[in-house]
């Protein structure tokens, strides 16, 4: 099969992968500009976004949340689905009509999108008015390029597959409680749908010292909780070579102590005995694990490239279930992957009514250019894709609603992280398991873990009251 027009796919090589410090030399050049910041897409753009608003303020820049207001926007795109593209084209046309009001401003465009080479040759043709583009390796880049940039020429740096581990990342985290730490980068499983391992590069993990580090700091500085963020978390380590992997790094981060772990993406295909282990030992690491499914058909499982069967995924999350008390278990799942028929569908469901998830993201397959799903020819329509999703919602609703019921009446712990947006008089916060609570009063508990008597369960969130008001544990 022939690999289409994905660049980076070809400039994957084996270079040696370098730790590099960030350099923070740079100017306040930009004193009180304004910055307006959009982010689209997963965990690791959102905390991506951390490390752009850092280097912006540094800079001199002020963060607003009004385009209009904005000297300089910056889009921080996603490409997973075609949707995420055409949101982001689609905001473009906005910033665009704002650069004809007010020609200095600038237009930033960064993340996934910006390393696709389709994407780039589309912005270079038909959006002349961007200035910069960057990419996911060189966001470090960005000052200078903001510095250097000439007004009247776009700027396009965006680096091949073959990024390096940065250490020492400033990060102006958007809250004070829980943070998102790297522990890798990059994905080497090249699931045959998905576009990530093109955009993020192969498998780059950080030093387990230097995330200890940091786990440490930030606990320091008062941190309840952190999630460990990779495309693939239970690959961590195996690049370096250094003797180590992921169950390693989670005895490490949780003897630290900080009070809550989380990570994300597990993926069933490397997930061992010993990982589940040690997240059952340690009281600190959350009995919560998204274990993307995908599907439940051998046949697609084997065209999308997961290495696991459908008997292969229930057993593990069977072993899982029964070894860490209480654990939850949410998944993704794609429906309508080139030619799935009804019978690869009803083996989903079958999954899905075996396993009864916590709850699920269920997408309908979108192909992307440059993968080798995308090169299949697909005889199933957009309507029957869209209503098999429908389908598998309501399974997927249905249970979710059940494991919240399964909570009224329950005493649970709750990490409360802010007041309710609607509602002032209540906030909100989620529990070990990762379920959403909005709780009757408690704005004292805010950063607190406090135990909540779960009132009512709905299908996305609980109800519940703090066991004595105010009262935090
Ligand atoms: N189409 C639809 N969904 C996709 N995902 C990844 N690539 C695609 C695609 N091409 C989904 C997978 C993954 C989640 C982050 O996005 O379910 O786990
Ligand atoms: Fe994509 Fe598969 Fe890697 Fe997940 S494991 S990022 S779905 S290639």
Redesign the pocket.
Same mark, same amino acid.
């Given at each position: 099969m022939n690999f289409p027009s994905l660049s980076n796919a070809k400039k994957r090589t084996d270079k040696k992968v370098e730790e590099k410090k960030v350099c923070y030399d740079f100017p306040n050049f930009f004193q009180n500009k304004k910055y307006f910041l959009r982010t689209y897409g997963?965990q690791m753009n959102v905390h991506d976004s951390e490390e752009i608003k850092k280097y912006l303020e540094l800079l001199g820049f002020v963060e607003t949340k009004e385009l209009e207001e904005s000297d300089l926007v910056v889009l921080n795109t996603c490409a997973? $689905?075609?949707n995420a593209h055409d949101k982001v084209f689609g905001y473009l046309g906005r910033c665009k009509h704002l650069k004809r009001e007010k020609p200095e401003l600038l237009i930033a465009i960064g993340g996934c999108m910006s390393q696709e080479d389709s994407v780039v040759e589309e912005i270079k043709t038909k959006h002349p008015y961007v200035d910069i583009v960057f990419g996911t390796h060189n966001i470090s880049e960005l000052p200078r390029l903001l510095l250097e940039h000439q007004k009247k020429e776009q700027e396009i740096e965006v680096y091949s597959i073959e990024g390096d581990v940065y250490e020492g990342i400033k990060y102006q985290r958007d809250s004070k409680i829980t943070a998102w730490v790297n522990i890798m980068y990059g994905c080497d499983k090249f699931?045959t749908?998905?576009?990530?391992p093109y955009t993020r590069g192969k498998e780059r993990s950080r030093k387990l010292e230097n995330i200890v580090f940091e786990v440490q700091e930030l606990k320091k500085q008062g941190y309840k909780e952190v999630t460990l963020l990779g495309q693939n978390v239970n690959a961590y380590g195996r690049d370096l070579q250094l003797g180590y992997d992921f169950k390693d790094l989670l005895e490490r981060v949780a003897e630290t102590k900080i009070e809550r772990i989380r990570f994300v %993406?597990s993926h069933p295909w490397n997930f061992t005995d010993e990982m589940i282990d040690v997240i059952a030992k340690y009281e600190n690491i959350m009995p919560y694990i998204h274990l993307?499914l995908?599907s439940g058909s051998d046949s697609i499982l084997k065209l999308m490239g997961r290495r696991y069967t459908k008997k292969e995924y229930i057993e593990l999350f069977q072993k899982i279930k029964k070894r860490i008390p209480n654990v939850s278990i949410t998944t993704? #799942? #794609?429906v309508g992957f080139p030619n799935e028929t009804e019978n690869d569908f009803l083996e989903t469901l079958d999954v899905v009514n075996t396993c009864q998830f916590d709850s699920a993201?269920t997408? #309908?397959? +979108?192909? $992307?250019e440059g %993968?080798p799903? +995308?090169l299949i020819k697909d005889t199933i329509t957009l309507e029957e894709k869209e209503k098999r999703l429908q389908r598998l919602n309501e399974f997927v609703n249905r249970y979710s609603l059940k494991a919240n019921q399964a909570l009224e009446g329950k005493i649970v712990p709750v990490l409360v992280l802010g007041e309710n947006e609607k509602d002032k008089t209540r906030v909100y916060g989620y529990t070990d398991t990762m379920k959403l609570v909005n709780i009757n009063k408690g704005a004292d508990c805010i950063g607190q873990i406090v135990s909540v008597k779960i009132t009512e369960a709905k299908s996305f969130s609980l109800d519940g009251e703090m066991i004595e008001s105010g009262e935090c544990v």
């Open positions: 997963c997973i $689905r075609e699931c749908y998905c576009i990530v %993406t993307p995908q993704d #799942i #794609i993201f997408f #309908i397959y +979108s192909p $992307r %993968t799903a +995308s």
